[in-house]
């Protein structure tokens, strides 16, 4: 069974720039997580999507991020303009079901913002 | 306060040693916990969930959950270099990370 796919894997961008992630869940998952990890934090969830529709973005900074996931599949993660606070890894999940229950993560795509 | 706290160490033990590894959470609502092993550059993978209090084995890895005191553990006996890796607790849910315990085992 394929694993989550994530690109790119890195990503180094100055700052007021834009910059798009994008993530490809394993097959029949309908949900999809992204989460922002600070170096030495853990992971803390920015959105989750059912099928294509948003369950979760409260802590989505929706005046500079903004992510969608058409037909349910693959999904993107925007952040348009880019701070020096935004440099993190950025991982994608997905499970089965939307209840918190076993979630698989892809790589991360690592942001430099310079 | 944090919902999960752990103490990001690092921790560095011997190969062989037993590794205990520990978060603390503040609502005692919660019930289900889990682990997870975060390799460098990776992503990370479920390792162990728990339900409510009590014990649960797999292998090397056993993880306790006391709700009295609001303490989750996780021990590895007989540490291997493999086992160098950053291990999260999570509430799961809306899953809530602590902030890792980086773990060196030296051969």
């Known amino acids: 069974e394929a694993g989550v796919a994530q690109s790119p894997r890195y990503k180094i961008i100055e700052k007021r720039q834009s910059v798009a992630f994008w993530c490809n869940p394993i097959?029949?998952?309908?949900?999809l997580y992204w989460y922002q990890q600070i170096l030495g934090q853990g992971p803390k969830l920015l959105i989750q999507?059912?099928?294509?529709?948003?369950?979760?973005d409260s802590q989505l900074p929706k005046d500079r991020f903004s992510a969608e996931r058409l037909k349910g599949v693959d999904s993107t993660l925007k952040i348009q303009p880019a701070k020096l606070e935004d440099s993190a890894v950025y991982l994608c999940?997905?499970?089965?079901?939307?209840?918190?229950?076993?979630?698989?993560f892809g790589p991360g795509t690592r942001l430099t913002v310079l | 306060q944090k919902e999960v706290e752990q103490d990001p160490g690092p921790l560095s033990v011997p190969e062989g040693a037993i590794v205990s590894l520990n978060c603390t959470y503040s609502n005692s609502a919660f019930q289900y916990f889990m682990w997870y092993r975060q390799y460098s550059r990776k992503g990370p993978e479920l390792l162990m969930y728990t339900y409510s209090s009590g014990n649960k084995e797999d292998g090397r890895f056993t993880a306790q959950v006391d709700k009295s005191s609001k303490y989750i553990s996780l021990f590895i006996r007989d540490s291997q270099p493999s086992d160098s890796a950053t291990y999260l607790c999570?509430?799961?849910?809306?899953?809530?990370f602590g902030q890792g315990t980086t773990l060196q085992v030296k051969p």
């Open positions: 999940a997905s499970s089965s079901r939307g209840d918190g229950n076993e979630q698989f």
């Open positions: 999570a509430i799961r849910g809306k899953l809530i």
């Open positions: 097959s029949g998952h309908a949900t």
């Open positions: 999507f059912q099928n294509n529709g948003v369950v979760d």
